[in-house]
Structures are given as structure tokens and as C-alpha cells.
């Protein structure tokens, strides 16, 4: 059982919460993530790592109330307990030896984003945040993602903060103003992250991206978050979740991540 020590609302979709889970905060590294189960009867999800503290042996979640799991774990208060909460998994982001970065992050994306800049940060890099949400009620993180970042842009789609545009719109903006990114980091959406993932091959950018497929057990063995990058399968729980953007096959990706779509809609239906 693990301890639900803090609990804050982000935003009217987005929780964030402090689990106490002191060897996973032990040995939690920037783009890893954890499986967890509310209860007995739950399924298991998987939500990447938004922050760790080794010493009081805290790890940070933060997920959207979108499915019938987060629905039920936004239930739970300070106080309350998780059943299961497995990890670390998945590769740790390589930060080392770049000098220059972007990290761009779309929505709840700007959950994982932020380690990423707290990473790249940490290691010595300039890091340039782009940040976009559909409007002005749903920022989040201002705060948290400045502290990590040398400059900071919050863009929303319908311009409701003053900042109108996509992610892409601002990078582009940066890039032909003569910004020279030895790593672009893009997290968020799929269309988001192809539409970077296009932009950064355009000017020969490494560019990682943080892939989100069905996930079932997470150490390999179901074969459910498969992809295809550079020719190969690759699985996203133990060969990722960070892939060179510009290897994916973009198009399985996302034919793969809708394919149960009418099921999680009759599903939601079920549970009103």
C-alpha cells in the first residue's frame, strides 16, 4: 500500500499527488514511469514520473481525469493509499553533453516535460520551455516549468493568455530567428509531437520524443506498446518511452494508440 501524502488540483481536468514510495524516489531518474493499481478490482495504468524527492522518499504523479481509472484515483485524498504503485520503469533520459535545448510540451504533456527541463537544467543545458494548452483555464505548472527553464513560453490555441499559436508556431519562430538546438524534447499528443518531429528534421535537430501506446504490464513481455522506429520493433516500456522522432512510423503509431476506442468509449458509457 502506498500513501497519498499530498494532493493538488491543477486544473479543473489534472491532479497532481505526492506518493510515498521511498525506493522508487530512490532510484527515479527524469522520462521513467510507474504502474499502478487503485485497488483490487482496478486495471493498471501507467503514468510517467513528474518529480521525485530520494530523501523524503516522495514521488510526483500527475495524470488527466480522463478514463474510468483516473476518474477513481482523483477520489482519493490525502491520507488514502494506492494498492500497488511498481517502479521505476522504462529508460532514463540521456541529458549529458548538449548545450543548447528546447522542450516543448503539449497539455498534460507539460507534466513530463517539466523533469525533462529539470534534467536538462540541472545538467548544465540552456533550456528554452515551450509550453501550449488549448486556453488560459487550463495553464499549469507556470511556476514549476520557469524555475527549469532560461526562458519560458506559454502559448495557448485560442490566444486567451496573449500568446495565440500551437507549439510548433513559437519553435519555428525561434528556429528562423536564428536559435541554434543541439536537442529539441517534444510531450504531448501524437499530432503535436509528429508536427514537431517534422519541424526539427526540416533544420537536422536531434529530436526526442516521450511515446504514450497501450500499455498492459510494462516489462516487455505483452507486446502491447510496440512501435515501429527506424524499421524495428521496439517496445515503448523497455526500450523507451523516449524514441528519435524522426525514426517513428508515425502513421502505425497513431492508428495503433485509436484502435480501442470504441471499447473506452462504451466503457465510459457504462460507468455513468
Not at 548545450?99 to 523533469?115: H, L
Amino acid at each position: 500500500m502506498f500513501k497519498i501524502v499530498h494532493k493538488r488540483v491543477l486544473n479543473p481536468l489534472v491532479t497532481w499527488m505526492e506518493i510515498e514510495a521511498p525506493l522508487i524516489a530512490r532510484k527515479a531518474k527524469a522520462g521513467q514511469f510507474i504502474i499502478l493499481r487503485v485497488n483490487e478490482s482496478g486495471e493498471r495504468i501507467p503514468l510517467t514520473i513528474a518529480g521525485y524527492d530520494a530523501e523524503k522518499g516522495l514521488v510526483t504523479i500527475i495524470f488527466q481525469k480522463v478514463g474510468g481509472t483516473t476518474k477513481l484515483l482523483d477520489t482519493l485524498e490525502e491520507g488514502d493509499f494506492i494498492l500497488d504503485f511498481v517502479g521505476p520503469l522504462g529508460r532514463a533520459s540521456e541529458v549529458e553533453g548538449y548545450s543548447r535545448a528546447a522542450v516543448v510540451g503539449g497539455g498534460v504533456g507539460c507534466a513530463i516535460a517539466y523533469p525533462e527541463a529539470r534534467a536538462l537544467y540541472d545538467a548544465g543545458a540552456h533550456v528554452d520551455m515551450i509550453a501550449g494548452f488549448r486556453n488560459a483555464d487550463i495553464l499549469m505548472l507556470e511556476e514549476e516549468m520557469a524555475s527549469v527553464s532560461d526562458r519560458l513560453f506559454m502559448m495557448t490555441d485560442d490566444g486567451s493568455n496573449g500568446n495565440k499559436g500551437f507549439v510548433t508556431v513559437k519553435l519555428k519562430e525561434l528556429l528562423e530567428a536564428g536559435e541554434k538546438y543541439d536537442l529539441v524534447v517534444a510531450i504531448g499528443p501524437l499530432p503535436m509531437m509528429r508536427a514537431v518531429s517534422e519541424l526539427t528534421k526540416v533544420y537536422g535537430i536531434k529530436t526526442l520524443v516521450s511515446m504514450n501506446p497501450i500499455m498492459i504490464d510494462g516489462t516487455g513481455m505483452c507486446g502491447g506498446c510496440r512501435l515501429t522506429v527506424g524499421g524495428e520493433v521496439k517496445f515503448a516500456c523497455v526500450d523507451g518511452p523516449e524514441f528519435d522522432a524522426h525514426l517513428i512510423d508515425w502513421d502505425e503509431a497513431m492508428k495503433r494508440l485509436s484502435q480501442y476506442k470504441r471499447e473506452e468509449k462504451n466503457c465510459r458509457l457504462m460507468r455513468q
